[in-house]
């Protein structure tokens, strides 16, 4: 199957031009099975960030055939590739939950596997700072949190001990965690890609997996290429160029997972969680060439984040953030919704072929602020062209205050534009935050399909943990 898989994306192109009513009455049509190929495969992971790369790499290590599917043209250009480069201890988490037991073993085997592999990295040690009397009982709770969690070597100290450690500093207490540190997140993702590689894992980028359906006891899923899904306009079905059934599927899609599994015809959409997005901005020190912290510097954590913190790259760059801005997420189109009226939908042809249907009624009352039809649905369907990731420079208006309780001296006009990314969380603002959900067939009756929803911070750090559990639990 996989050296085919290039050239049938490439070579069935769907290049209707029909009109709109015309491609409604055609859904009537039913579509015979050898008009859309069908292929079987071992393995498929959907999402070629970092947790789905270790996600890969650790099958194909088990000697599995594993495919990894992608809508972007390379790896790692989601939320991977815009965070914080952070190797957390595992401190902020409650115990026993996913998220403590990821972390405090993922951050094991990712520092070995960057030591063996040559990854560059590095355990600066983070303080966690309490800048206030009423922020210390916070500080004393994430000191037990972390004990209870399994990190080793945590330490409160007074504020002058931390001050002593960076001058620069302004605290009334710290909490320090030598075993944290930075990673060079692309190098880490090339050598896990380089990996899974070599034990035969195939990555096909520029594949969108549009949908899927359960048939007897297997997931079938739609494959389009990207660039075709790109110059759709709604205005006819769009009809898969592949499916795939394979025997495991890893939704690991990040931003897009919780949209990627409401498109499976078959599996109950009450399980899903809901989602919301938060954004994040960071900004860099633009006026200093030696960086005023040797340690990553963290405030106690805020609602959806962990405070606008400091952190360092391995070439000594320092930067600020994230900030949280809640956006529009799956579950929150308001602001298209009140313009436009949204009907999409599968149609079951046959036991064996799906076609999709996404058609959209338009208003009367938005026709005079609408100048095209702004491709909505391939919008839903290609979360990442969504956002928004550039930053105002006003922006930084927000960030002097929060720095300034930890570090006073920052100076009016040195903060620049870094970069921004976006979370996927599962818990919204005002709202306790929510561990990892891992769904296998146990949770939601699809045999072979595990889903990954909420995959936020400490993803990076906990991603070959992921994995290693993913591989223990649900291969067979």
Known sequence: MLPRLKQTLQSLKRTATISKAQAIKNLSTQIKKEDVPTEK????????????????????????????????????????????????????????????????????????????????????GKLIVATGPLEISKLNELMNRGTRNGVDSLKLLEGFEAMKMEPELQCKKALLSPVSGIVDSHSLMLS?????????????????????????????LYIVESKDLENWNGDYPLHPELVLVPKLVVNSAGLSSLALAKRFHGLDNGIIPPGFFARGCYFTLSSTKVPP?????????????????????????????????????????????????????FFLLNSSSVALEMHFNFQMKCLNWLTNRMNFMPMLLRMDNKYDYSISASRAERFYPEIRKYYPNLKDGSLQPGYSGIRPKISGPRQSPID???????????PGLVNLFGIESPGLTASMAIAEHIASRFLK
């Not at 990892?436 to 699809?446: L, S, T």
């Open 41 to 124: 495969i071992d393995c498929v992971v959907i999402g070629a960030g970092v947790v789905g790369i270790a996600i890969a790499r650790e099958l194909a290590s088990k000697g599995r055939e594993v495919l990894v599917l992608d809508s972007a043209s390379t790896f790692g250009t989601g939320t991977s590739s815009r965070n914080s480069e952070v190797i957390h201890a595992g401190i902020y988490y409650p115990p026993d939950s996913l998220k403590a037991l990821f972390c405090v073993r993922g951050r094991e085997l990712l520092y070995r596997y960057c030591y063996e592999h040559g990854v560059p990295c590095k355990q600066i």
């Open 192 to 220: 896990l890609v380089g990996e899974a590689e070599n034990n035969g894992t195939t990555f096909s980028y520029n594949s969108t997996v549009i949908g899927g359906h359960l048939e007897g006891n297997c997931l079938h």
């Open 293 to 345: 912290f040797e340690h990553l510097i963290y405030p106690i954590p805020e609602d959806g984040g962990l405070g606008v913190h400091v952190t360092l790259d391995l070439d000594g760059q320092l930067k600020f953030g994230p900030d949280v801005e809640w956006i529009d997420g799956i579950d929150d189109v308001s602001s298209f919704l009140n313009k436009r009226e949204l009907i999409g939908r």
């Open 436 to 446: 990892f959900v891992i769904q296998g067939e146990d949770i939601h009756g699809v």
